[in-house]
């Protein structure tokens, strides 16, 4: 059973279209999140939400909003895309705890690709 | 802020020859500390995790030692292995919160 999966694996499209990545997590896990990696495998964050509720929100272009309709599910949805959104997108989850920071558990990844 | 710094790559070694990545962080407090692995075209998994002061994280043969006094958590192995080429990714977590911070990353290819 896949723990973290994300819909599509690629994704190619036009600049100036709209498109959503889905990421579901089967761990009971209470955070999820969403990072993108550029071509030099450099990590950033994105966003955050723990039980539904953002909790993270870095510095992204408002072209990007997420949705957690529920705790198991963070879907990603781009606005008028850009050439320099192309990039690998992970979701990840982790179980929220007070006392340490979690392991985070980690998609496959998506791999958009704005032509 | 909190910050990480490992060592540039990529580092090529030859089959069993032993690692060493380096791995030096800024924080607050008493962080996290953990090593992640990004084998090609898959997303991350946690390597091994360090939560206090001289706590050694080991898995797969990797090991990784919490220094406070020297802000660091270097990574080893004894002996890599063709199978071992990956990127390994340095990474703070602050206690009781869940933001991590990462390292640049560190590509490791191994040649028989």
């Known amino acids: 059973d896949t723990a973290v999966s994300q819909t599509p694996k690629y994704l190619v499209t036009q600049m100036g279209n709209d498109k959503s990545i889905k990421c579901e997590q089967n761990?009971?896990?209470?955070?999820m999140y969403w990072y993108k990696q550029d071509s030099k495998k450099f990590l950033k964050i994105m966003f955050s939400y723990n039980n539904k509720e953002l909790i993270i929100n870095e510095t992204v272009p408002n072209r990007f909003s997420p949705k957690s309709p529920d705790k198991a599910h963070l879907n990603l949805h781009i606005n008028s895309l850009e050439l320099g959104d192309s990039a690998v997108y992970f979701c990840a989850s982790s179980q929220a705890s007070g006392e340490t920071t979690d392991t985070q558990y980690f998609g496959p990844g998506t791999r958009l690709t704005v032509l | 802020g909190d910050s990480v710094t490992q060592m540039e790559g990529p580092v090529t070694l030859s089959e069993e020859a032993f690692l060493t990545i380096n791995c030096t962080y800024t924080a607050t407090g008493y962080p996290s500390l953990f090593w992640y692995v990004q084998y090609p075209g898959e997303g991350l998994q946690l390597l091994l995790k360090?939560?206090?002061?001289?706590d050694k994280g080991s898995n797969k043969g990797f090991e990784a030692t919490y220094r406070k006094e020297t802000t660091s958590f270097h990574l080893e192995k004894g002996s890599v292995q063709v199978s071992d080429s990956a990127v390994y990714f340095c990474?703070?977590?602050?206690?009781?919160?869940?933001?991590?911070?990462f390292g640049t990353g560190t590509k490791l290819q191994v040649i028989p």
């Open positions: 990474v703070i977590g602050k206690r009781g919160y869940q933001k991590v911070t």
């Open positions: 360090a939560t206090k002061a001289d």
């Open positions: 761990l009971g896990h209470d955070t």
